[in-house]
């Protein structure tokens, strides 16, 4: 029973900062916009979050074993809460500078980089306590809560802006921040026995293609997010509809990724993971570049929905291959390499983001950038299917041996 109370608490507290995240998101860039006048700048936070999280695998090594409570990953959540709530003081005081957001998202990412592999790492080691194959189980159903904020987040982020309550909104996403850390005290300790190493990312990826596959494909779905979120707001404030774009699309998204989520396990028990993984990613950037054609707010709906329902399975297809192959701090490490590869490269994208919509245009980006995950995803899938073919090869010529 405290197994099923600790991955509750867990959950609900990772559902409510992510949902108050999504509220957010709409709000972000326009605060930025508003207060700085740059298009470039509206990604510097992001931007500014990959770089620890892209060094995470140096300085982080033995920081993100650290995270193995409750009460530890409270303390990591009021780091991020207070460079959070940096941004919303800052614009509120008329301060806000391209300096001050840079140094609010390296705060958040070093936040980021032990707390969203630290949590999950967390949620699976008490499904392990709960019951055989439960914590595949959990770590889809916290995928599946972060569908439910983007189908509802939105639009709610959408009416307050409309409501003139922008900043207040990033007021909101810090204190549900640091509340999520502190419900998630209830949360034992899972310490690694005595004298264990601390494995590496590089190291706990030998002998496992498939994870490194997994990760290429939704690496590349990361790097190309900044067309879908800072595009949509960048179409929507130029239309003379702020908010609007984003919501629809986010909202979209939310409502096929929560379909998803109901029918992911289903599919992932029954099919291959990888050819799962990069066929799922291929339907997003065809969606993105159907996004980028067909630039109205019901379109751009139905495209997010599609694009979330296909994704959300193929993150859990990735899932089954982690929670499959490994445990405790090897488990704990391969989350975190994941971890590494989504933020970094959604930061990375989020960089370079702003300034290749001002020169590209927001929906030529976004054309762009589904051509991009499109290739990636469908080069792993034809490496899959030449690498079973050359083992089945293989297999048959030492057979004949």
């Not at 028990?269 to 054609?293: D, E, S």
Request: proline share 4%; with cysteine; glycine share 14%.
């Amino acid at each position: 029973m405290r197994a099923r109370s600790e991955a509750l608490a867990l959950l609900a507290g990772g559902g409510a900062a992510d949902f108050a995240f999504r509220i957010a998101q709409v709000a972000l860039p326009l605060v930025i916009l508003r207060e700085t006048g740059s298009i470039a700048a509206t990604g510097l936070v992001g931007g500014a979050a990959g770089v620890p999280v892209l060094l995470s695998p140096w300085w982080a090594r033995k920081a993100r074993q650290w995270v193995d409570s409750g009460p530890r990953l409270a303390v990591v959540a009021a780091i991020s809460a207070i460079a959070l709530a940096s941004v919303p003081a800052a614009a509120g005081l008329r301060l806000l500078t391209p300096e001050l957001l840079v140094i609010s998202g390296l705060l958040l990412g070093c936040g980021d980089a032990l707390s969203n592999p630290g949590r999950s790492a967390l949620l699976a080691d008490t499904g392990d306590r709960w019951g055989v194959g439960k914590a595949v189980v959990l770590l889809t159903w916290q995928d599946g809560l972060r569908r439910i904020g983007m189908m509802l987040g939105p639009a709610v982020g959408a009416l307050a802006v409309s409501a003139d309550l922008t900043n207040g909104l990033l007021w909101i996403e810090a204190v549900t921040v640091f509340a999520a850390g502190l419900l998630a005290c209830t949360v034992q300790a899972e310490r690694a026995p005595a004298g264990t190493t601390t494995p590496s990312i590089r190291w706990s990826l030998t002998g496992r293609r498939d994870v490194l596959y997994g990760w290429i494909v939704r690496g590349s779905g990361c790097v190309t997010w900044f067309a879908f979120t800072l595009g949509l707001s960048v179409i929507g404030e130029e239309r003379g509809r702020p908010g609007i774009y984003l919501a629809a699309g986010m909202t979209g998204y939310g409502v096929g990724s929560v379909i998803g989520t109901t029918i992911a396990l289903a599919i992932v028990r029954r099919t291959k993971p990888v050819p799962l993984a990069a066929t799922a990613w291929t339907c997003m950037g065809l969606c993105w570049i159907g996004m980028g054609v067909w630039s109205t707010p019901p379109a751009v709906a139905g495209f997010g929905a599609l694009s979330g329902l296909t994704v959300v399975v193929g993150i859990a297809a990735i899932s089954v291959i982690i929670t499959r192959e490994s445990a405790g701090a090897e488990r704990r490490t391969l989350l975190s390499g994941q971890s590494v590869v989504v933020s970094a490269s959604s930061s990375a994208g989020m960089l370079a983001g702003g300034p290749i919509i001002a020169v590209l245009g927001a929906e030529h980006t976004l054309v762009g950038a589904g051509v991009i995950t499109s290739m990636v995803s469908l080069a792993v899938l034809l490496q899959c299917h030449t690498a079973k073919h050359v083992r089945a090869r293989d297999h048959h010529a030492g057979r004949a041996a």
